[in-house]
């Protein structure tokens, strides 16, 4: 039996799971109608998602949309669908680009989503109206042979924690597993074919769209102007194709199953950063009460932009991680320096415009020497307002470009020794002793 | 009186030391002309340079020219020229762009050079065959007024360190000078107008040229394809415009005569470079035999090159200062650092490119780590090649760029205290302390 069978074997749901699974969004969809017998508009109910495709895995949400006349004014949609959602599932609001119920029936969550019923996926009101339409493509483009290998991809991707386009992990949606496998065929012949990838490829199941940026490019086989990669990070791209190469020349189910690591003594991780003499530093600022997704997007914001504050002041980051608890948001860097020489080449305008002479007035009592012409420019060699990553920190993050909703007088500082007494040991780590999952 | 009144009664040669030089010149050419009556070409003989544009100053150069007939071959003319100057002159030859004989006449130092007659100084066979087509310029374009501001012109450059077209100063000829007095109408409207000028300047006393790169175009009024002031570097050009500035606020005859500066203690020194947390490394080579500007062009192309190679491994220039003995070259660099952090991040392949296949092969049982993926690119921390400045120069001078004729086997490297103890306190104090010669 070769391994992808195998794996399949751990991963496809048995056939007592498969109709209870069924089963249960029959009857939920059949509590939905009655339900909304009573409105007066003529609401559809659809089971969309992967149990409506078959390429669900075990434990699968149950993705059900309300489908409204488009003549529906949006307010009363939203209002409507809300409503049903609390009052079947006793559920909670969520936000993605319009709200939505989630909440738990039979055992299984439930997204119960409001939609309109649009003719054509290129002329949507909201943007979830598209994917009752992805559910009949997949569907149509699919036999039981090929959800299974969408399973595998999906599992895999999971592995290798590429797995889902959510801010945090900027990956492969669902959707976007299904229709590489439609288009290739199959799951191995999706990682050979991503094995030979290159960033800007280009993939089109129907209709080419038109030209459009980022690491790779899946025309929506039912909306050619949208990509379906569009949410796939370089980095998530990139470790997607390194998991491809790496998978061709030794298979092993650790790319499906990564193994979980147990992280690092603090002395362990003592001894890896002394080793290399690189030092760290942690900015840790309080969660704002943001959506989740909004927030990473957030964090990422921040933790380019402090990276790239380190960078400029030679700090020099060697790597990053980050973190959220339920109070905390967590950024630790791996510098190649925590402390600066005390002076450094400060380079002020060209000896002829007019601003010149106000550099001049400025340091020509300078501590360190006057001022001094190089390539055409006045210099002059000054002391650095801050040393240390923290001094600098203190001073520049507010301005760095963090998150708009990350709040700069929370932030929080620790030095190289505190973060390896104070900071989480899984996460240091991750930061220290980063491996490929499939490397573990 | 005027402060450049005052000066000009201090550099003027006066009616007797002019009569002087005069009679010596005009004895010079009739020996010459004697000495070429013999030979079968009709060989003219002038007097050019400062002398003959009555623009000297005290211990002047003559400058004597011997005019070739254009038909006369060339090595002819080389064989000629050479021979009358080393029997008149008992001289020896130097190399400019052609060879010609530098000798004494009388106390005067004197070059006695070949050249041919051209009817157009467009059309030159010898590069210094313009030379003649200048002399009757600047003649005919000054009067005895005129002349003395060319004579503070001059003067004011030397003593900002600006005059000189040779390879070490890269500043301002005589004939620079000429041109921009006689385009400004005088010293001072020079200086007032320079402390205006922008890099990129352009200036045509008659026929404006094509466009030509450089700080500042001056198109030779006799030909005008050529740049006067192709020699002026921006930091000289940068020097002019700063003193010129100066000048104007608070005029001074210590631009035109700098007191000497008596070279810091080495306790000052290193009290200097320990305030600013600068570190100094020297690095010689053995001076190789060629010819004088040639050589100060390689010491240049090689204090760039060997600044640029600093700077790309972090260690960072604030400042470099150059000088030649007559066994050897020295260059001293001021640093920001002079030891490294042990490791770096080291930047592999994009994932998806052919070579990333090596580079993880290469670095998979790399002691700091092994690869991860940052930007799309594989990455790793690395360590460095080599931690000290001394152990970089050792391995990367010889590939930075140096001069052609310096040899790298020849490199001796001081560090920091060595540098303190045995370089030359002149050429250090020009390092860590320098200043405008009008500031001393």
């Given amino acids: 039996m070769s391994l992808e069978e195998k794996v399949l074997q751990r991963i496809r749901p048995s056939e007592k799971e498969t109709a209870e699974i069924i089963s249960t969004a029959e009857r939920l969809k059949e509590k939905v109608r009655s339900y909304l017998s009573k409105n007066e508009y003529d609401i559809g109910v659809m089971l969309v998602g992967s149990v409506a495709k078959g390429t669900f895995l075990s434990d699968p949400d149950l993705d059900v949309f309300l489908i409204f006349p488009e003549k529906v004014p ?7 669908g809300l409503t ?9 609001r969520m936000y993605a680009e319009h709200p939505y119920i989630r909440g738990k029936f ?15 996926p290129s002329k949507l009101i909201s943007a979830v109206d598209r994917t009752p339409f992805h559910t009949d493509y997949v569907i149509s483009r699919t036999d039981g042979r090929l959800r299974d290998e969408i399973r595998l991809l999906k599992v895999f991707m999971r592995g290798i924690g590429a797995y889902g386009a959510e801010p945090n992990t900027r990956g492969f949606s669902g959707y976007l597993c299904e229709t590489l496998v439609i288009f290739y065929g199959g799951f191995l012949n999706t990682v050979k074919a991503a094995s030979e990838w290159r960033e800007g ?7 080419k769209g038109p030209a459009m940026l980022g690491p790779m490019v899946l025309y929506d086989p039912v909306d050619p102007k949208r990509n379906v990669a569009s949410a796939v990070h370089i980095d998530t ?13 030794s298979p092993n189910e650790k ?10 003594t603090e002395n362990e991780l003592r001894e890896l950063s002394g ?18 997704d909004n927030l990473y997007s957030q964090i990422w914001k921040t933790r380019y932009a402090i990276a790239r504050k380190l960078d400029s002041y030679d700090f020099t980051v060697l790597r990053a991680v980050h973190d959220m608890t339920r109070t905390k948001i967590i950024l630790v860097f791996e510098l190649e320096r925590d402390v600066l020489s005390k002076t450094f080449k400060h380079i002020g305008p060209p000896v002829w415009v007019r601003s010149s002479a106000s550099f001049l007035e400025k340091w020509k009592n300078n501590e360190y020497g006057g001022p001094f012409i190089d390539e055409g420019q006045w210099n002059v060699v000054a002391e650095r307002r801050h040393r240390s990553v923290t001094e600098m920190l203190y001073d520049e993050a507010a301005v760095a470009g963090i998150g708009r909703d990350i709040i700069p007088e929370t932030m929080e500082l620790l030095g190289h020794d505190d973060t390896l007494t104070s900071v989480g040991k899984d996460l240091l780590t991750e930061l220290l002793d980063p491996k490929h999952p499939w490397d573990v």
């Fill in 255 to 264: 790319f499906f199953f990564p193994p979980e690591r147990s992280p690092l």
């Fill in 84 to 92: 049903a959602g609390e009052d079947i599932l006793q559920g909670e």
């Fill in 106 to 120: 039979d055992g299984l969550s439930v997204d119960l989503v409001p939609c309109f019923a649009v003719t054509d």
């Fill in 237 to 249: 791209f990139a470790t997607f194709i390194a998991a491809c190469k790496s998978y061709l020349v």
């Fill in 201 to 207: 490829v280009s993939i089109a199941l129907e209709k």
């Fill in 74 to 80: 949006k307010q009363d949609m939203e209002r409507i």
């Fill in 275 to 292: 080793g290399r003499g690189s030092r760290l530093v942690t900015v840790m600022f309080d969660r704002p009460d943001v959506n989740r």
